[in-house]
């Protein structure tokens, strides 16, 4: 596996790129090659500059990304209809749309980077033009994911299922048709690999959350060691470690009683809705909150705990760690944590490794100050390289490889 160290030097070459992919993550990337006027075309879903008609806010960009060809509103009208309607797999009428219709515009570029489920039919045609084909891997692919999560499920008398055999599928396809791939953490590095991905084809280019440098630059609230404060942030699931953490939380409270709080933020997945209706002592429960609401949590919390079972790269531990919150999470999360030093790395579905790490935590209040300073002095470190950075590195070392 390559593992891209970008330095502060300019590119060597400036080459051309045409996305596809969801706006979320991508609008950094396709800003930063926007203002160098190398992004050609950016096949996505609906996106707008917040002076149009339609103002979804997860759709909202810079405004040079509205300039660039490529917003499609068909694939979004289908899948909210698909929603509505409550019909099965509904991210196939999203998801394939915006695929087709993005391989039936095939730009002039050096690169096609392309997140998964979205470009399959665009590579084929952009390989056979002579562009280098990139597939951006966000999260784990179907085949570790079900090896991940399959146990967990079967606990709870349920059975894991992906949404769509046939979007399954084809991310896995792509993954190993494209001439390097991206992976947000060594946990997703490591997944590509076990799924037939070689590992010269494997690039770690990290991504970071947009709302770490404001964290960065807030103060922590002040308090006292009264009392501890634990914040979870994230769907409430059997994948993202639920059961897990509220199983370690009981013998937790039994332990340090009024000393500790939990509170989790986040919308509840129908598997752990069960979950929900009887939680320990000591914790609460708010829902999905605005960001500047969880921003004002994270800031005035201690501890973050994060066990989730499958995860690309959690941007709310980013974002933690950005706040100054001691975290707690797994290898599995794919946390940019490093052991001991920003964080502690625990085992995945094991409550007994969350009270172990909890305790340490506790019972030794320098070690919690020391791995929360050193987290935000991560996160700050990452900020300064910028997401944009470690991607054109990347692109410098698979162009070279093909000779480009």
Request: contains cysteine.
């Amino acid at each position: 596996m390559e593992l891209i160290k970008p330095s502060g030097s300019a590119l060597t070459s400036s080459p051309s790129v045409w996305m596809i992919s969801r706006i979320d993550q991508a609008a950094i990337l396709a800003t930063h090659l926007a203002r160098q006027n190398r992004l050609v075309r950016w096949d996505s879903f609906w996106r707008h500059d917040g002076t149009r008609p339609i103002t979804l806010p997860s759709r909202q960009v810079d405004p040079i990304l509205c300039a660039v060809p490529g917003r499609h509103l068909i694939p979004d009208m289908l899948a909210k209809a698909a929603q509505k309607l409550h019909l099965p797999a509904h991210n196939l009428y999203s998801d394939v749309p915006l695929s087709l219709m993005a391989a039936l515009h095939m730009p002039k570029a050096d690169i096609l980077h392309g997140q998964g489920n979205y470009s399959l039919p665009a590579m084929r045609r952009a390989k056979a033009g002579g562009m280098i084909t990139i597939s951006d891997v966000t999260g784990q692919l179907p085949e570790i994911r079900q090896l991940q999560l399959a146990d967990e499920y079967a606990i709870h008398r349920k059975t894991y299922r992906e949404i769509s055999a046939f979007l399954a599928r084809r991310r896995t396809e792509e993954a190993r048709f494209a001439d390097a791939v991206f992976a947000p953490s060594d946990a997703v590095a490591d997944g590509l690999q076990r799924c037939g991905v070689k590992p010269s084809k494997i690039f770690l280019v990290p991504f970071i959350s947009p709302l770490c440098q404001t964290l960065l630059d807030r103060k922590r609230a002040g308090k006292n060691d009264t009392v501890i404060r634990f914040l979870y942030v994230g769907n409430l699931s059997l994948a993202k470690g639920t059961a897990t953490l509220l199983a370690a939380w009981k013998s937790l409270r039994d332990r340090f009683r009024l000393r500790i709080k939990l509170t989790l933020v986040g919308a509840a997945k129908p598997c752990a809705k069960d979950l929900l209706t009887r939680l320990p002592d000591g914790c609460e429960w708010l829902g999905p909150l605005p960001h500047a609401k969880v921003a004002d949590l994270m800031l005035a919390s201690d501890i973050f705990v994060f066990p989730s079972l499958s995860e690309g790269s959690s941007l709310a531990t980013m974002e933690a760690m950005a706040a100054g919150c001691a975290i707690i999470t797994t290898f599995d999360a794919g946390s940019p944590a490093i052991n001991q030093i920003s964080g502690l790395i625990i085992p995945p579905r094991d409550p007994s490794a969350i009270s172990t790490a909890v305790s340490a935590l506790i019972d030794n209040p320098t070690m919690r100050r020391n791995i929360a300073q050193a987290g935000r002095d991560q996160i700050a470190r990452d900020l300064q390289i910028g997401y944009g950075n470690r991607v054109d590195a990347a692109y410098e070392a698979v162009l070279s490889r093909h000779g480009k």
